[in-house]
């Protein structure tokens, strides 16, 4: 047991200045977490947009080269690869490796008109489909994003500035408290020698005097 505590504590030791180095590392983000929050919002959104800018791609190719054929729907694909199997105007039998775009609603076994780039037929639509489809879905995911995103940016700032005010307010409370802590170490009204201290109406030769030299008249 106690060789075991001393293997775990060698372990603990060992792993705290990586730890250290971590946080010192992640620290600086986290005070620019709103900013990192936005920038990824930024980023999800670019790459949705971009989403649809490759699929009217797409259909530029394929409207510049256009055939069409019927395809079968086959079995074993999911929504984004919906694989079709079709015959092309030159005779090949075709099964696209990306699949057919905009395979909302189709079914394994279905027979489904598509539009193909001659030129590529990897490029193949459902007839009658273009970049559009995704339009909807594209403007959704990213409502529901920012939906996410702006509120959590919000509530970081917020945090940000409530703790940036009170670390301003710790300062100035700081500044204001060390001129009292001066004053009770100087020499004002009640350090300075005063009457007591100082040589004055009660310590000078004067009126204690005077008793003596009216006596001296008065003899």
Known sequence: MTRLWELLRRARDRAAPVLADAVALVRPAGRRAP??????????????????????????????????????????????????????VEGAVLTPEKGVFYPRGLEPGQ???????RTDPELVRVAGRTWTEGLVPVLLGMLGLWAVVGPSAWALGRRRRRRREAAQASAAWRRGEEPADGAAGSDGPD???????E???DGEDGADEEPEMAGTVRR
């Open 111 to 117: 027979l489904v008109e598509v539009e193909y780039d």
């Open 191 to 197: 350090g300075e020698d005063g009457p007591d201290g």
């Open 35 to 88: 900013e990192i929050v936005v920038v990824v919002g930024v980023v999800i959104s670019v790459l949705l947009a971009l989403v649809l800018v490759g699929a009217g791609r797409n259909d530029a190719h394929i409207d510049a080269n256009r055939a069409q054929a019927v395809a079968e729907v086959l079995e074993g694909g999911s929504r984004p690869h919906t694989y079709v199997r079709f015959t092309t």
């Open 199 to 201: 040589d004055g109406p």
